[in-house]
Structures are given as C-alpha cells and as structure tokens.
C-alpha cells in the first residue's frame, strides 16, 4: 500500500442545461455537482451521504466513468502514475474497467433477465479475455461461494428471477469483484433489502474489501449504514460537499449547520432517547443557476450577513481532521 | 388513554389464493388498540403487515379472503359486512395514509376537489362551504398553505403530497387511522417533520393508530405499543419500551441487532442466517425455525403457543431468550 491516494478528484463539475435545444445554446443549467475535491486512499471506504438531488449518484458515475464531467478531472493510480479518466478513450476503456467497477442499487434491474448466473458473474472476464471457459466457470465459482451463495453449482445456472433480492445483490457483488479491481462505486447496494438481509450483505462487503484489498466509494442517504460501511463520510448538500472526515468524528462532532440537522432527522432504534429538534428551515431546492453564496444559506439556522454576501464558503480543516465548508464554523 | 378498545381483531386469518396454491399472508393474528393508542406493526417486506391494513380497511384484492376471525371497530364486527355497509365505515371511522402518496391523487383534479368529494360521500350533512372551511383548516393543522387547496397534485413535493394525503385521511374525523408506510419514499429531515406531525396530529385528537413500517427506529418513535410480524404471523407484541429493553422472541432480538444506529456506542451487527420464507409453503411449525439460534427440537414440529408474560408482553416461542 502506498501513500499516495488511489483516487484525487479535482474540481469535479456536472451542469445539466434546463433549457436551449439544438438551435439555441442553453442560458440556465442545474448545478447537480459543482466543484468537488476529495481523495480516497488505497483500501479506504469513503462515504458519500446526502439527500435525494444532492449530487452523489452522479459524483459515483462520473468516478466510474458513466457519465462525462462538464469541468474538473478524476484521476486514477495506475502502477507509479495517474491516469486522468476523462482522457481514457475506446481503446483503454477496457483497461480502465479492469480496475473500477460499479454495483447499482437495484438488483432487479441491473441484471440482464436471458442471462444466467455464470453468465452475468463470468462476463467481466470474458470481456477481460481471462482464462479459458472451464478456468472462469472455476473462477465464477469460487467467488459465488465467497459471496455466500453456496453450493455454487446450484446457483451456476440460475437465472435471475429465481432468486431472492439479497441472494440477487450478492451476485451483483460478485459480478463486480470477480476482475479483483482495485476501486468500486456501490451506489446505494442495500437500500432495497430488508434489515434481516441487509446485514449480511454489509458484512459480505467489508469482508471481501479486506480480502481483495478493495477501495469503496459508497453512497448513501443513510448515516447509520455509512457509519458501519466506511473509515471517512463526506456530506453532500446541492453539488457541494459541506463537510468531510472521520466517521466516527463526524457522526458524534458534526460541526456543519446541515450535517447537524441531518443527523438530528435520523430516528434512534431506542424508544428512551428523545432527539434534539431538527434546526432547518424550509425544503431542498434544486442548484439553477445558484447565486454566488452559500448553497445552504436559505436554510441555514446560524447564517449572517457575511454568508450573504460571499461566495460558497471552501472546504477548510477546522480540527480533529474534519474539513467544513462554513464561515461560522470556528477553527478550533 | 382510556382503556375502551376502538379497534379489536380476533384470530384473523387472510388467505391469497394463487395459481401454485393458496398463501396464508396473515395468519391467526390477534391484538386491540384502545382510544389514542399507536400500534407499531413492524416486520419485512412480505410478512403480512400490509395484509393487515388491507383487511382491517377490508380493502381486499379479488384473489384475497379473509377466512377466520373478527375485527371489531367500535363494537361492531366488520368481517362480515357486504360492501355498501363498510363504505359507511370507511373514512369516518377508519381511514388510510397509504404509501405511495404519489399515486394517491388525480392528476387532473385540485386536491382541495379530491377531499371536498371524500367529505361529501362520507359526511352528507356537511356544506361543501363548510367542507372548504374545514379542509383549509386540515391544510392548515399539517403544516400547508391554506392556498394549496386550489392546487393540483404535480404543484406538490413528495413530503407536501404525503402531508395533503394525511389532511384527506383526517378529513372526516376517524376514530383510527392505519399508516402503512407513510415515509418510506422520503427524505430523512421531511421524514422527521412528518412524523412529527403525524405523532402531534394523534395525540391532539386522541385518534388511535395502527403505524406500519419496516424501520425498527421509526416505530420505536412513533409507537405506543410494537407489535412484530413474521412470515404472516405475530411472534410478539407488548409495549415499546417494553419490547426494546426486553425483547423475548429471537426474531424481534435479532432484527433489533441487526439495525444500524447513528448514536451511541458503535455495537457489531449480527446477521441473520438464511431469508424469509415462502409463503406458498411455510415451514412447520414455528415459521422462523429455520432461521433460529434457539431452535430446539419441537420447534420443527408444533406452532409455539401464544403465551403472556406479563406487563402486557406476549409472544409465541418455544424456546424464548433469556429473561432479565
């Protein structure tokens, strides 16, 4: 393991035009993610948590390189260098995906109903041109068996709608480690499960990441999951990350307005805990064409005149390894 | 509270019948709700909790029947009552806050329309101007704009839209009302502030509730008393604290141990073995043994009895967790 980060995204963009056509170029345009930095270390699981909007679906899909970023780069270590991901062109792209995988949300829909089980695990190495057909059934199976479902032959040649939600997402898991890449994006993989189930794949997945040595970037709207799923949580408000750092620091220090209102919206499984009132006002709006301030200054229970007048407040380390994006927040 | 019972359901029994065979979604369950009581029904998707609103609204799919018991809304059995009968009872004695509140309107109509026609229908004494009073009112009581009202459904967010959906199931002043899901599809901090509106709303009117979720953490905010499901039969039910602090089924155990929490110590999940299962053919006996870390050896066999265990607290185990 090196020191250096295996993922630096830098000044990560994404407008979405609102109007225009083909003859007119557009005047407005959604700011779903405006000027992201962060970096993930090699083995780190990096949370992505915010509201529905927020922009962290597609922060996830232009790391994987699903959708194209309007500004900004996402570079990625390859061997002793970086290799910027917007520069990767047809002919890499396959390298590239040897390296970074996706697991969606939906293990309804992200499987290809014709294909069975071996076939849907065993593309990413077809495509891959890895081993010969008997060496990927053996690979398929060895890693059906590591992602619980076990025997494997019985699963081999399933298809999908012959198995459960759970069993479904375990497969979508194994799908994506199968090539052993070095970065996943897991885009909400246990929101659709239920807690009995969801455990398990929780488990399954920090279980594997140490085994194959596997950097996670997994977005989230749930605190409590992220809490258990990754070593640092960035906190996502209109295309702009509000704060950044520890789990464990951010989940009991939140130093942000919104974060504490998030957490304080969070119901605690413990009927003898009253919470704290959620200090917010108003609802989530979408980022057009923003005015130069604060995204979250609308909201804000402690905003002044200063948040008024200036621009969105940069990230800025104010203690105990926590960057924020506040000017009221003190640096301690 | 009082302790005159507004809702009580007997030995209920709901079967779907499918093209495999007949699935038994609610089986043998039983419970009372008094007078400004909150029942939290909790369990996962395909346990019989939704079944149960349906059946307790007796708004039942073709391919469902009830096949025993007895609901009886301010003493009156509703089992049995033809269709024409249970519309009188809808709405002004039971009424719904369904899921998908998306859905829950037409488009092309004002929701203030939409309610005055509930109103109408359900209350004909009352003036459409008295209705309009009324329904600002309502709008007013959920946190809406008064000017809502003259609004239609597309002008609405998804947390205003579940906020007018509670509005209409007020509209007629029930003496209960089942929340299935209510915020499921939202946000965190619009979940919160609905929940807080629904929790004042009840206890302002001293309405009683039957409050359905998944969520193991809003139940314990929302309810009086926890009532948990599994595979369409009730393993326990007592009051929340009760259940929380001292939980006696091993499923109710592990789903509380299984749950994620954002504050507090950060204790290690447990995981359960296996996934429900399926109804078609549900296993003998306990329908969790398989399952189950205190399985012993008649759990296979014989469905555990329905047993008290004081302060309120039953549950149906052979082999419960230890007491203390």
Same mark, same amino acid.
């Given at each position: 393991?090196?020191?250096?980060?295996?993922?630096?995204?830098?000044?990560?963009?994404?407008?979405?035009?609102?109007?225009?056509?083909?003859?007119?170029?557009?005047?407005?345009?959604?700011?779903?993610?405006?000027?992201?930095?962060?970096?993930?270390?090699?083995?780190?699981?990096?949370?992505?948590?915010?509201?529905?909007?927020?922009?962290?679906?597609?922060?996830?899909?232009?790391?994987?390189?699903?959708?194209?970023?309007?500004?900004?780069?996402?570079?990625?270590?390859?061997?002793?260098?970086?290799?910027?991901?917007?520069?990767?062109?047809?002919?890499?792209?396959?390298?590239?995906?040897?390296?970074?995988?996706?697991?969606?949300?939906?293990?309804?829909?992200?499987?290809?109903?014709?294909?069975?089980?071996?076939?849907?695990?065993?593309?990413?190495?077809?495509?891959?041109?890895?081993?010969?057909?008997?060496? &990927?059934?053996?690979?398929?199976?060895?890693?059906?068996?590591?992602?619980?479902?076990?025997?494997?032959?019985?699963?081999?040649?399933?298809?999908?709608?012959?198995?459960?939600?759970?069993?479904?997402?375990?497969?979508?898991? *194994?799908?994506?480690?199968?090539?052993?890449? *070095?970065?996943?994006?897991?885009?909400?993989?246990?929101?659709?499960?239920?807690?009995?189930?969801?455990?398990?794949?929780?488990?399954?997945?920090?279980?594997? *990441?140490?085994?194959?040595?596997?950097?996670?970037?997994?977005?989230?709207?749930?605190?409590?999951?992220?809490?258990?799923?990754?070593?640092?949580?960035?906190?996502?408000?209109?295309?702009?990350?509000?704060?950044?750092?520890?789990?464990?620091?951010?989940?009991?220090?939140? &130093?942000?307005?919104?974060?504490?209102?998030?957490?304080?919206?969070?119901?605690?499984?413990?009927?003898?805990?009253?919470?704290? *009132?959620?200090?917010?006002?108003?609802?989530?709006?979408?980022?057009?064409?923003?005015?130069?301030?604060? &995204?979250?200054?609308?909201?804000?229970?402690?905003?002044?005149?200063?948040?008024?007048?200036?621009?969105?407040?940069?990230?800025?380390?104010?203690?105990?390894?926590?960057?924020?994006?506040?000017?009221?927040?003190?640096?301690? | 509270?009082?302790?005159?019972?507004?809702?009580?359901?007997?030995?209920?029994?709901?079967?779907?019948?499918?093209?495999?065979?007949?699935? /038994?979604?609610?089986?043998?369950?039983?419970?009372?709700?008094?007078?400004?009581?909150?029942?939290?029904?909790?369990?996962?998707? $395909?346990? $019989?909790?939704?079944?149960?609103?349906?059946?307790?609204?007796?708004?039942?799919?073709?391919?469902? #029947?009830?096949?025993? $018991?007895?609901?009886?809304?301010?003493?009156?059995?509703?089992?049995?009552?033809?269709?024409?009968?249970?519309?009188?009872?809808?709405?002004?004695?039971? /009424?719904?806050?369904?899921?998908?509140?998306?859905?829950?309107?037409?488009?092309?109509?004002?929701?203030?329309?939409?309610?005055?026609?509930?109103?109408?229908?359900?209350?004909?004494?009352? /003036?459409?101007?008295?209705?309009?009073?009324?329904?600002?009112?309502?709008?007013?009581?959920?946190?809406?704009?008064?000017?809502?009202?003259?609004?239609?459904?597309?002008?609405?967010?998804?947390?205003?839209?579940?906020?007018?959906?509670?509005? #209409?199931?007020?509209?007629?002043?029930?003496?209960?009302?089942?929340?299935?899901?209510?915020?499921?599809?939202?946000?965190?901090?619009?979940?919160?502030?609905?929940?807080?509106?629904?929790?004042?709303?009840?206890?302002?009117?001293?309405?009683?509730?039957?409050?359905?979720?998944?969520?193991?953490?809003?139940?314990?905010?929302?309810?009086?008393?926890?009532?948990?499901?599994?595979?369409?039969?009730?393993?326990?039910?007592?009051?929340?604290?009760?259940?929380?602090?001292?939980?006696?089924?091993?499923?109710?155990?592990?789903?509380?141990?299984?749950?994620?929490?954002?504050?507090?110590?950060?204790?290690?999940?447990?995981?359960?073995?296996?996934?429900?299962?399926?109804?078609?053919?549900?296993?003998?006996?306990?329908?969790?043994?398989?399952?189950?870390?205190?399985?012993?050896?008649?759990?296979?066999?014989?469905?555990?009895?329905?047993?008290?265990?004081?302060?309120?607290?039953?549950?149906?185990?052979?082999?419960? #967790?230890?007491?203390?």
């Amino acid at each position: 393991m090196s020191n250096q980060p295996l993922i630096k995204v830098e000044g990560l963009r994404k407008l979405y035009p609102i109007d225009g056509g083909v003859f007119r170029k557009p005047s407005s345009f959604n700011h779903a993610v405006d000027g992201l930095n962060f970096e993930i270390g090699h083995g780190e699981s990096l949370g992505l948590v915010g509201e529905s909007g927020c922009g962290k679906s597609t922060t996830g899909k232009m790391l994987v390189k699903l959708f194209e970023p309007s500004d900004g780069s996402v570079k990625l270590q390859v061997g002793d260098s970086y290799i910027n991901v917007s520069n990767i062109d047809r002919n890499s792209r396959k390298d590239f995906r040897r390296n970074v995988q996706m697991i969606f949300q939906d293990p309804y829909e992200s499987m290809n109903p014709r294909m069975t089980i071996f076939d849907i695990v065993g593309e990413p190495l077809a495509v891959q041109d890895i081993g010969t057909i008997s060496e &990927r059934e053996e690979r398929v199976a060895e890693f059906l068996e590591m992602v619980g479902l076990t025997p494997a032959s019985s699963f081999m040649f399933r298809y999908p709608h012959e198995l459960s939600g759970g069993q479904r997402q375990r497969v979508a898991i *194994a799908r994506a480690l199968v090539i052993e890449p *070095a970065f996943v994006v897991a885009d909400e993989p246990t929101s659709m499960l239920d807690v009995s189930i969801r455990t398990g794949v929780m488990k399954l997945m920090q279980d594997l *990441a140490e085994r194959l040595n596997v950097t996670y970037l997994y977005i989230t709207h749930d605190l409590a999951v992220a809490r258990y799923m990754c070593d640092r949580i960035a906190v996502m408000y209109l295309g702009k990350i509000v704060e950044i750092g520890p789990t464990e620091e951010l989940l009991s220090n939140p &130093r942000h307005p919104y974060t504490k209102a998030l957490l304080s919206a969070v119901p605690i499984p413990d009927p003898r805990i009253k919470r704290d *009132a959620v200090q917010i006002e108003g609802g989530i709006s979408k980022a057009i064409d923003p005015q130069p301030q604060c &995204r979250f200054y609308a909201r804000c229970p402690i905003r002044d005149e200063h948040c008024k007048t200036h621009d969105h407040p940069p990230l800025e380390v104010k203690g105990n390894g926590m960057q924020v994006a506040c000017y009221k927040v003190p640096v301690e | 509270m009082s302790t005159e019972n507004v809702i009580e359901v007997k030995n209920l029994t709901m079967e779907y019948s499918t093209r495999k065979g007949n699935v /038994s979604a609610v089986d043998n369950v039983s419970f009372s709700i008094k007078r400004g009581q909150a029942l939290g029904l909790v369990g996962e998707s $395909g346990c $019989g909790k939704t079944s149960i609103a349906k059946s307790l609204l007796k708004l039942l799919p073709d391919n469902a #029947m009830i096949q025993q $018991g007895q609901i009886v809304l301010n003493g009156k059995d509703m089992v049995p009552l033809p269709e024409e009968e249970m519309r009188k009872h809808r709405w002004s004695e039971i /009424s719904m806050v369904f899921q998908a509140a998306m859905n829950a309107f037409n488009p092309v109509y004002t929701v203030g329309d939409q309610i005055i026609e509930a109103i109408e229908t359900h209350l004909p004494d009352v /003036s459409e101007k008295d209705a309009r009073v009324k329904i600002e009112n309502l709008f007013r009581m959920v946190g809406l704009a008064p000017e809502m009202v003259d609004r239609y459904p597309h002008e609405y967010s998804g947390g205003m839209r579940q906020r007018a959906v509670i509005a #209409m199931a007020l509209s007629c002043d029930p003496d209960i009302i089942i929340a299935d899901e209510p915020t499921t599809a939202l946000d965190v901090i619009v979940q919160d502030s609905i929940l807080k509106e629904i929790t004042t709303l009840q206890d302002r009117l001293n309405m009683s509730m039957v409050y359905i979720s998944h969520d193991v953490a809003v139940i314990a905010e929302v309810s009086d008393r926890v009532g948990v499901m599994y595979a369409g039969r009730m393993v326990e039910l007592a009051d929340t604290e009760e259940i929380f602090i001292r939980p006696i089924h091993p499923y109710t155990y592990a789903l509380m141990q299984s749950f994620p929490s954002v504050t507090g110590p950060k204790r290690e999940l447990v995981a359960l073995p296996g996934e429900p299962p399926d109804l078609l053919h549900p296993p003998k006996g306990c329908r969790f043994h398989p399952r189950c870390p205190n399985r012993i050896e008649k759990c296979d066999q014989e469905q555990p009895e329905w047993k008290d265990y004081g302060d309120n607290h039953f549950c149906a185990c052979w082999n419960p #967790m230890e007491i203390n």
